[in-house]
């Protein structure tokens, strides 16, 4: 099995067990050893499932402005947690493959590899909640045609995208490609480097 096909499996697994409940508050109970790449890919689609339900909330149109704020805080707080989690695969990657000697001539992707698994749990999450479209029974046939139009755009873009990243991990195994990792040093979530935070002390 190719490390997308696992992957793929265990987001669909998160995000089976969140629509268990389908309710934000819900704690995760990660069914995979604590520190196993499978918990962290567990845990990161189960943050973007999250992340995608408290997106829909913020949009009610006749949400309370104090609860509207509280949720804003959620997902600044989910951001960051993503991407410390999106970090965390890529330090599991650097170190996977830290006996590899790139070839001489071997080149440098244009994104890392767990930045590219970040945009395949998303795509798993986009697919469940389109299928979803696609099989309302209160909707128009018209809309219905659209969503499985677009259900085959992200299934094609699901496949391409695993296939480019099993080929990506192929690469740095066999020294044809190296991976460096930027810390993505968000600013606006640091009191020392957000100035609305810094001169409000």
Known sequence: MSFTEKANQIFNRAISDYHLTDDVNTPIQNPYKKDSIESK?????WIDTVQWHFEDIIRDPHIDPVEALSLKRRIDHSNQDRTDLVEE????????????????????????????????????????????????????????????????????????????????????????????????????????TNPILYKNK
């Open 89 to 192: 695969i890529d330090s599991y990657f650097r170190q996977y493959y830290s006996e590899v000697k790139p070839s001489d001539d071997a080149r440098l992707n244009t994104e890392s590899p767990a930045w590219a698994v970040d945009r395949l749990s998303i795509l798993a999450l986009k697919i469940y909640h389109m299928q979803e479209q696609v099989d309302r029974q209160d909707a128009e046939p018209a809309h219905i045609e659209r969503c499985k139009a677009k259900l085959d755009v992200l299934l094609e873009q699901q496949k391409d995208l695993a296939l480019a990243i099993d080929q990506l991990l192929e690469d740095i195994e066999a020294g044809r490609k190296y991976m460096k990792v930027y810390r993505q040093m968000k600013m606006y979530n640091d009191p020392a």
């Open 41 to 45: 890919l567990y845990l990161k689609c």
